[in-house]
């Protein structure tokens, strides 16, 4: 199993801006650790009411500049999204950024997409009215297009979003056929999204525990179970009974991390613990070295 991290926490109620991604990846991967996955938000809505389980948004920097700093700081460790929130975008920009990095990187990127943890305020100043009812139907017409522009030499597409004419797009991903895409989530619909059109999946827990607002009643390693499981059928139904689709496990703040041992038993391929709030480098360091020690890297 990959052991990795997720971006520094920062509380929604009281934000703090972003320690520097680059150095971050650069001490894991100091550290020993395999990868390093990084959320995303764009703006902080300051008058619309917050919700459980939102409770406000976090000052996040941007993920893929942040993921460029990143890759070209290292030599070694892999970066994800984790999620991008795909309808906040124009697939067409984030197939031309994904390959990029995917080329400089020599193909240690990979993309995790998902709508979950946004606003509607968010969504719809950057993507217009109404997306954010549609963000899934979006979510997955933009994977078509990226995939397509990332794979054929004459691409076109019409659907509910977008109407392209013949085109074709370099550099293409260094990884065949295409960058991974994964993710987030939790429900049999998302499962069944990664099962037709994705590589992966990324859920998240607290630490053994199902978020209780997800109204699950499993544990996070008898979920995954239950996931692995249920990509298995879907995906031979989708006529992908062959492929292996990873699954990447992101715990909370303040996790055990000896947690990792019951994901990798109920079949995950990675495990990522979230960092603590951190607002220096000093601290990134001291928190990233007292983790990989405690997962004896």
Partial sequence: MKYGLSRPYGDPGFPIADVDMGAVCQIAEECGFDWVTYGHHTVRP??????????????????????????AMTKTIEVSTGVLIMPMQHPVNVAKQVATLDCYSGGRFALGLGTGGASRLEIEITGGPGRFE???????????????????????????????PPVCMAPRPVRQPHT???????????????????????????????????????????????????LKTLAEEAGRGAEKFEVGVIVSPGSDPDCARHYEDAGADRFALSLPEIETIDDARRAIETLASQLKL
């Avoid at 008058?47 to 406000?56: A, R």
């Avoid at 899934?136 to 979003?161: N, P, V």
């Avoid at 049999?188 to 997800?214: E, T």
């Fill in 46 to 71: 300051l008058d619309e009411p917050v919700l459980p389980p939102h409770f406000g948004v976090p000052y996040y920097q941007d993920p893929l500049i942040g993921a460029a700093r990143a890759l």
């Fill in 180 to 230: 991974p895409i994964w993710l987030g989530g939790y429900t049999d619909g998302l499962l069944k999204r990664v099962a037709s059109h994705c590589n992966g999946w990324v859920p998240a827990y607290d630490g053994l525990d199902i978020y209780p607002f997800l109204g699950i009643d499993m544990t996070g390693p008898q979920h995954v179970r239950y996931g692995i499981a249920k």
């Fill in 134 to 164: 549609r963000r899934w139907a979006y979510t997955m017409e933009s994977i078509q297009i990226m995939k397509g522009l990332w794979t054929e030499d004459r691409f076109e597409f019409k659907g509910e979003f977008f109407d392209i």
